[in-house]
């Protein structure tokens, strides 16, 4: 199933690119790239949704 999330990208006084996505308490990632960025926030999201997943599943 796709979900859309919004994603809050800024980039910092290191030259490095932060993403994070306010839907998902704690999921964020950096990158020195726009493109290593995208990637890295996709698996971001994956993993912020397994644990929300298996969070629920626990209780």
């Known amino acids: 199933m796709k979900k859309d999330f919004n994603v809050k990208i ?3 006084e290191d030259g490095f690119f ?3 996505v306010p839907g998902l308490r ?3 990632t950096q990158a020195k790239s726009p493109d ?3 990637i890295r926030i996709r698996e971001a999201i994956q993993l912020c949704l397994q644990v929300k997943t298996l969070h629920r599943q626990n209780k």
Do not use: P, R
């Open 18 to 20: 932060i993403a994070s």
């Open 36 to 38: 290593e960025l995208i």
């Open 10 to 12: 800024e980039k910092d």
């Open 26 to 28: 704690g999921c964020h």
